[in-house]
């Protein structure tokens, strides 16, 4: 057994307090905080209509903008991976631009664009289509904060496994659609899900685009990060905090997913 110098003991010890003061005892707190009066104000505050409301509204955004971005994140990867063209490297940067900005940004962005006062405000008021504060402005905000995941999972994958295999196949008379279900997407599939993985886990997590963009009415228009928020300002302790549990929860959970993702896709590369 290989024993530990004194340097690295040090800095195994800096990083141990470290990552305990930034994530390990604000984890803790929530959690303390949210059952230290016992298990019944954690079940009545998830029964309130409000949270449910907030859980509802947290889903139907997830189910629309993952499948969206998810077939975005594929055609962009197979188009940067596959094919040489002038401008691949200004629309990698496109796709890493959400990457860069501030999410509280690109809520003012969709706000300047489809607000009352915006660019195409007057004319969705002509047709009576509501994008800002209501459920579109917040899909829009989610599809916006989330795309680059899928796309910056898959190109890699892509560019590594090559187009060999996908020769092969249009050599021996497969469609497109035959080489793409049955040559590409089973050689992506690890990597694809990973990033379907990541682009749910924001989606259901994210807040300063989706705030800016929904008027944060708890009960309407509330996800459940800005239900949190709202529940904390209001002085409704017990709800604020047993929906940071189920935040965290579902944290906990993608960080498994991902943990057997990442196992399985070094099964495959071995």
């Known amino acids: ?137 917040m899909i829009l905000a989610t599809i916006f904060v989330t795309f680059p995941f899928v796309a910056r999972e898959v190109i890699p994958v892509l560019e590594e496994i090559g187009t060999e295999q996908e020769q092969a196949a249009q050599t021996l008379g497969a469609t497109d659609w035959q080489i793409f279900w049955r040559v590409t997407l089973p050689s992506i599939r690890w990597g694809l899900m990973y990033g379907v993985l990541l682009t749910n886990a924001r989606a259901m997590g994210e807040f300063g685009a989706v705030a800016v963009v929904s008027g944060s009415i708890i009960g309407q228009t509330a996800t459940l990060p800005i239900f949190v928020e709202l529940a904390y300002k209001n002085y409704q302790t017990e709800a604020a905090f047993s929906a940071a549990v189920v935040l965290g929860l579902l944290a906990a959970l993608t960080l498994i997913f991902k943990e057997i993702l990442e196992r399985k896709t070094k099964i495959v590369d071995t």
């Open 1 to 137: 057994m290989q024993k530990i110098k004194p340097v690295e003991m040090g800095l195994i010890i800096i990083s141990l307090i470290y990552l305990a003061l930034i994530l390990l005892i604000p984890a803790i707190s929530v959690f303390f905080e949210a059952f230290h009066k016992g298990f019944q104000p954690f079940v009545e505050a998830l029964q309130q209509r409000e949270f449910v409301e907030a859980v509802k509204l947290t889903l139907i955004i997830a189910l629309v903008s993952v499948p969206l971005n998810t077939v975005f994140g594929l055609c962009a990867a197979w188009v940067i991976a596959r094919n040489e063209f002038k401008g691949k490297t200004f629309l990698m940067s496109l796709i890493d631009l959400p990457f860069s900005i501030s999410p509280v940004v690109a809520g003012l962005m969709i706000v300047l664009l489809y607000g009352r006062n915006g660019w195409f405000g007057p004319l969705l008021e002509t047709w009576n289509v509501k994008i800002i504060f209501a459920l579109p402005g």
